[in-house]
């Protein structure tokens, strides 16, 4: 079955520290997208891309990059871990033709900065 | 932009019973598609229901259904015969120009 999976599920790192969360999709999607969720905020689109090469900047983009080099992978850096960027961070896949335009997610990733 | 509301931080139900979450939006596209996703305590984002803006007929999933006011830019989900599994974080979300912009979330609390 296709599956978007994203990995580590937990990680603590320190501040300042370069972090790279990993998102793999075989959905063969054009479309991936990371959120970050907080309470009170729901989910806050961070990068999108929607295919190879291709990627935009979301609304809460400062201190977070993304490289699209193939279909299935949409990893996040985080350049210089911040207190501030302690969260959930989920990733998410859609196909923009056809009749199925939902976003399938993955499990999320919980990070946090010390 | 688009924005999505959704004005009720946190609701209960008495399990068996019907409960309604509201969720408004703002965009000038035509052509759009609005989702309710459900995230239980295990974190995992679960599709509950998919409305497209350009059918007039409220889309219906079993318990689940939604009340659609184009008009109004308003997308309210019915649950039916509320039950314990329920219990979750519910998300509002708007598709337009292949972006999906989500609503702060309402957390719903099924009540034995």
């Known amino acids: 079955d296709a599956e978007i999976t994203q990995s580590p599920r937990h990680k603590i790192t320190e501040t300042g520290r370069q972090v790279t969360l990993a998102c793999h999709q075989t959905?063969?999607?054009?479309?991936m997208f990371w959120y970050r969720q907080d309470l009170g905020h729901g989910l806050r689109l961070i990068h999108y891309?929607?295919?190879?090469?291709?990627?935009n900047k979301g609304e809460v983009s400062d201190g977070y990059s993304v490289s699209r080099s193939n279909t299935e992978d949409l990893p996040l850096t985080l350049e210089s871990a911040a207190s501030s960027q302690t969260s959930v961070y989920f990733c998410?896949?859609?196909?923009?033709?056809?009749?199925?335009?939902?976003?399938?997610f993955g499990q999320g990733t919980r990070l946090t900065v010390v | 932009a688009q924005t999505v509301t959704q004005s009720q931080p946190e609701m209960s139900v008495q399990e068996a019973e019907t409960v309604t979450l509201s969720c408004t939006y703002d965009?000038?596209?035509?052509?759009?598609?609005l989702f309710w996703y459900k995230q239980p305590p295990s974190r995992q984002m679960i599709l509950v229901i998919r409305?497209?803006?350009?059918?007039?007929q409220n889309a219906t999933e079993n318990r689940f259904s939604v009340n659609f006011q184009k008009a109004a830019k308003s997308f309210s989900l019915k649950i039916s015969d509320s039950q314990l599994g329920d219990t979750a974080m519910y998300f509002c979300?708007?598709?337009?120009?292949?972006?999906?912009?989500f609503g702060t979330g309402t957390r719903l609390k099924v009540l034995a």
């Open positions: 998410a896949s859609s196909e923009s033709k056809g009749g199925r335009t939902e976003a399938f």
């Open positions: 959905w063969n999607h054009n479309n």
């Open positions: 891309s929607y295919g190879v090469q291709d990627t």
């Open positions: 965009t000038s596209e035509s052509n759009y598609y």
């Open positions: 409305q497209e803006a350009y059918k007039q």
């Open positions: 979300a708007f598709y337009g120009t292949y972006k999906y912009i």
